[in-house]
């Protein structure tokens, strides 16, 4: 099997190039890069000192004859750029091969119950959304189950983040754009990143306070399983921090976020301030509760954790076969404990299902 990670030079795609060669080795992984060079050389470098060699290939998501070039000889896409057009999607469904993008919120990924789509792919497919939605999907089957169906009225996916994360430009932009969203709490209308509740968190972070914020996976959640009311929270792991932004939303800072076109420039300015070595423990963790069940994920990082969800998801499709599925989320096609037999790292951990603490 050979994976075509486009966008494969960038924050989170040279994750993502990592992630195939610890899993499948060197010769699985094609690094897609628009300018030609720099991918050929990263290929060079992530396949040094452990046998076999990555292969690269120029692919510019904007370009339709470039995608097509780039995905002929590959198996599965994974995508890691955001796309104006679902070039990579139309591309590999002609193709007949699968393929996962990691970017949320795009117009391709706001289509995902269209029955009548043309294309096939998994969107989303990432930490959070990606395997926030597979977990909210074990904890309610988990939930029903116990109550002999009766399905849970409310679910929380909360994330915990770190504020010295090595998150790129891209993700710093899209993540401060959520936060500046409005969001509903049982009808009202209120300020993203202002509501505030404790969520259970695996150890050793335990209890904290998290925010309401508008992850698009949330109405995905509500509609696909019928769950009356399913609230993401997150906050960062520093009080201050979490204040600073707060404060940011509250004067309308943060709306310049929403548009990721206006955003670049300020997303760079940030992710060059934040001050990571390399060394700092960048461990995040995601926490689902319904129905009085709880279930914890902790994982390196959290560039991490999207990379290992995108690759195992590439390698079960794969396995899967036929190109048949239309575009769909993650907890669609998906179970956790699938992905995460798939992943099989002591760099992810998987709490059983537990009652919370009295």
């Known amino acids: 099997m050979k994976i075509l990670v486009v ?51 120029v692919v510019d998501v ?25 070039n990579v999607q139309i591309a590999s469904t002609a193709r007949g091969i699968h393929s996962v993008d990691v970017v949320p919120d795009t117009p391709l990924a706001q289509a995902v119950f269209q029955v009548d789509s043309p294309y096939s792919g998994v969107v989303a497919a990432g930490l959070i ?36 994360g090595t998150a790129g430009a891209a993700g710093i932009a899209d993540m401060l754009g959520l936060f500046a969203r409005p969001v509903f709490h049982h009808e009202q209308k209120i300020r993203g990143f ?13 209890n904290r306070s998290v925010r309401l914020v508008a992850f698009p996976e949330g109405a995905d959640v509500k509609e696909h399983f019928g769950v009356e009311h399913v609230h993401y929270w997150t906050a960062f792991d520093s009080d201050f921090f979490n204040g600073v932004v707060g404060l940011l939303n509250r004067l309308g800072f943060l709306n310049r976020f929403r548009d990721p076109r206006r955003s670049s420039l300020l997303a760079r300015v940030l992710a060059r301030s934040k001050k990571n070595d390399g060394a700092a423990d960048e461990t995040v963790a995601l926490s689902a509760e319904a129905g009085g069940v709880v279930l914890g994920l902790t994982v390196r990082s959290d560039y991490t954790g999207t990379a290992m969800a995108a690759v195992a998801m590439a390698r079960g499709l794969h396995v899967r076969g036929g190109v048949d599925y239309g575009v769909v989320l993650p907890f669609q096609l998906f179970t956790l404990s699938e992905i995460v037999s798939l992943i099989d790292s002591p760099d992810l951990v998987l709490s059983s299902p537990h009652e919370p603490a009295p």
Not at 24 to 34: K, N, Q, R, S, T
Request: with cysteine.
């Open 62 to 86: 904007h370009d339709h004859r470039s995608v097509e070039h780039a995905v002929a000889g590959v198996d599965a896409v994974i995508v890691t750029v955001r796309q104006i057009e679902p």
């Open 7 to 57: 966008g494969g030079t960038g924050a989170l795609g040279r994750h993502v190039c990592r992630e195939v060669v610890r899993t499948m080795g060197p010769e699985a992984l094609v690094v897609g890069d628009y300018n030609h060079d720099r991918g050929r050389e990263f290929a060079r470098h992530v396949s040094a000192g452990v046998g076999g060699s990555a292969a690269a290939t």
């Open 194 to 206: 202002t509501l505030r509740r404790t969520a259970v968190f695996p150890e050793p972070f335990g």
């Open 129 to 164: 959304p990606g395997l926030s939605g597979l977990m909210a999907r074990q904890v309610m089957e988990e939930a029903t189950a116990r109550t002999g169906g009766l399905i849970p009225e409310a679910v929380h996916l909360s994330l915990l983040q770190r504020k010295n």
